[in-house]
Nanobody
Framework: QVHLVESGGGLVQTGGSLRLSCAAS????????MGWFRQAPGKQRELVER???????TYGDSVKGRFTISRDDAKNTVYLQMNSLAPEDTAIYYCNAAVRRFSADLYYTYWGQGTQVTVSS
């Protein structure tokens, strides 16, 4: 099994910063893309940012320039540094990862349980 555990969410004022972390554990041979998504009440889940193993980053439309994704492959961990937070960033933030559990396996996508980020005005 593979487990993703997010941390770092919380309540912050407008203009503040938070750093989210997501650690993958379990039977892991390699991890390709790792990413952050978010879902606000009444809205669909949307991509925030995603980073491939080669460092290529895909940005969601709403946060480009304010958030920075990074990863530590030695720790199987992905981070999201969020700056200049605004009330519209309030959402549950989920991480996901494309994981190959064994050398002959395919990549499967796993999701974390989510962490709440609330930005007060």
């Amino acid at each position: 099994q593979v487990h993703l555990v997010e941390s770092g969410g919380g309540l912050v004022q407008t203009g503040g910063s938070l750093r989210l972390s997501c650690a993958a554990s379990g039977t892991i041979f390699s991890i390709n893309a790792m990413g952050w998504f978010r879902q606000a009440p009444g809205k669909q889940r949307e991509l925030v940012e995603r980073i491939n193993r080669d460092g290529t980053i895909t940005y969601g439309d709403s946060v480009k320039g304010r958030f920075t994704i990074s990863r530590d492959d030695a720790k199987n961990t992905v981070y999201l540094q969020m700056n200049s937070l605004a009330p519209e960033d309030t959402a549950i933030y989920y991480c996901n990862a494309a994981v190959r559990r064994f050398s002959a396996d395919l990549y499967y996508t796993y999701w974390g349980q989510g962490t709440q980020v609330t930005v007060s005005s």
